[in-house]
């Protein structure tokens, strides 16, 4: 079955920065990958995807890219605020069309 | 509905009843998931639906733990036996169908303390 990996489990940035979270995965055959943002308390809510055709996608602040070769996919926030903490979730989706999540990346941003 | 619903939001059993989790799609949706969340971690999972019938239940950790869609909308997850260790937040998500074009849209959850 599937395996996703996520790095880091934590990032602490300052307000105005850029964060990254990186996800790798093992199956060859997923090709579609959404990132879930999930404030204290509350259910996962589809932030951004992106289908393997295509390498890269934006929207405003959030933009994500994919390595197919590689299989590993990243989100990047530009400009973040103190809003944009919560935890982030990375999965991928594909063969068995069942999507596997990663373990989540805690972002912190501090004013 | 607009949304994916569940209920009960917050349950709490003694260890060794039986609990039942209901989750109402969003109307149209022929495909449902349960996960399993616990503290710290991404959603597990436990069970799809595509359609009435149980296309993948390879997740269910155990023959304590069933599911059930009769009509293809509603579907509820049962846990006999209760413990401890299933004290976790569950988690239901729609979709419109199931392949690579297909977003998943997530309940609020119930989470489920046993005691």
């Known amino acids: 079955g599937e395996n996703v990996e996520q790095h880091p489990s934590t990032l602490s940035v300052q307000e105005g920065d850029s964060a990254v979270i990186k996800c790798t995965y093992s199956?060859?055959?997923?090709?579609?990958f959404p990132w879930y943002k999930q404030e204290l308390g509350k259910r996962p809510q589809l932030i951004i995807d992106?289908?393997?055709?295509?390498g890269e996608k934006k929207d405003q602040r959030i933009a994500v890219t994919l390595n197919k070769t590689a299989k590993h996919f990243s989100l990047h926030i530009t400009e973040t605020q103190p809003e944009d903490s919560a935890v982030y979730f990375c999965?991928?989706?594909?063969?068995?069309?069942?999507?596997?999540f990663g373990r989540g990346t805690s972002l912190i941003v501090h004013p | 509905g607009a949304g994916v619903s569940q209920t009960p939001s917050n349950k709490v059993t003694e260890k060794g009843k039986y609990v039942e989790l209901r989750c109402d799609p969003i109307?149209?949706?022929?495909?449902l998931y349960w996960y399993r969340q616990s503290l710290g971690q991404g959603p597990e999972f436990l069970i799809y639906?595509?359609?009435?019938?149980?296309?993948?239940d390879s997740g269910l950790p155990n023959d304590r733990f069933f599911a059930v869609r009769p009509e293809g909308s509603v579907s509820t997850l049962k846990i006999q036996r209760t413990e401890r260790g299933d004290s976790a937040v569950y988690l239901c998500?729609?979709?419109?169908?199931?392949?690579?074009?297909?977003?998943?849209?997530f309940g609020s959850g119930t989470r489920l303390t046993v005691v």
């Open positions: 998500a729609s979709s419109e169908g199931v392949g690579d074009h297909y977003g998943y849209t």
């Open positions: 199956d060859s055959a997923s090709n579609y």
């Open positions: 992106i289908r393997s055709n295509v």
């Open positions: 999965a991928a989706s594909g063969g068995s069309y069942i999507p596997t």
């Open positions: 109307s149209g949706h022929t495909a």
């Open positions: 639906f595509q359609g009435t019938g149980a296309a993948d």
